[in-house]
């Protein structure tokens, strides 16, 4: 959720007084690139409690966002297109360059391992009724990101900044309840557990 508002806030800052460079970087490393891996990481640890797989995601999201982060930090980046209210990251850094490609290489399979997340759940909680709550949450969430995916990436290829910024929050605040579901699960685990 940082990572959308830090993202959100430089998409503010850009509208309103035209874009930075270090801005746009920004912007699209947190709101374009890494946002979607991050969840797909929680998701992955809510999903599968073994002791192994913590470290193993650290080490994957470390090496996802120190690759994403040099790429991003070393890209060209047109000022012409900085100059649009809402530019596109094929406007900005060139159609088919690496930072352009980043959220087709990283947050692409990190939407499709979130949404295939929810649906293996979806088959494996439905009938448990302890787990409806995580299960709601983890729908909610996948959700969320779709709204985002799908809808606010064709507002931001269009260039509504307006459009673009209500369907971010229409899908932030989906994903958001749905923390707060898979957390009341969490509770609801813990109130068992202690009451036993």
Not at 18 to 32: D, K, M, V
Not at 110 to 130: C, D, Q
Request: without cysteine.
């Amino acid at each position: 959720m940082l990572m959308y508002a830090v993202a959100s806030a430089m998409m503010a800052l850009g509208v309103q007084g035209g874009w930075t460079s270090g801005e746009f970087r920004t912007y699209w490393l947190l709101g374009a690139v890494l946002n979607v891996p991050f969840l797909a990481a929680g998701q992955v640890l809510l999903l599968f409690r073994r002791r192994w797989v913590l470290p193993l995601v650290v080490v994957v999201l470390a090496f996802v966002t120190a690759y994403a982060l040099a790429v991003v930090r070393s890209a060209d980046l047109s000022q012409v297109a900085l100059a649009r209210d809402l530019p596109s990251g094929k406007e900005v850094f060139g159609d088919g360059t690496p930072a352009h490609r980043l959220p087709q290489l990283i947050a692409i399979p990190a939407y499709l391992m979130l949404v295939g997340g929810t649906i293996w759940s979806a088959s494996r909680m439905r009938r448990t009724p302890e787990a409806r709550d995580r299960f709601v949450g983890l729908v909610a969430i996948a959700g969320g990101a779709t709204v985002i995916a799908a809808v606010g990436s064709a507002f931001a290829a269009a260039g509504s900044y307006v459009a673009f910024s209500l369907s971010l929050a229409v899908g932030i605040a989906v994903m958001f309840w749905g923390f707060l579901r898979t957390g009341r699960a969490a509770r609801s685990v813990r109130r068992l557990a202690a009451g036993s």
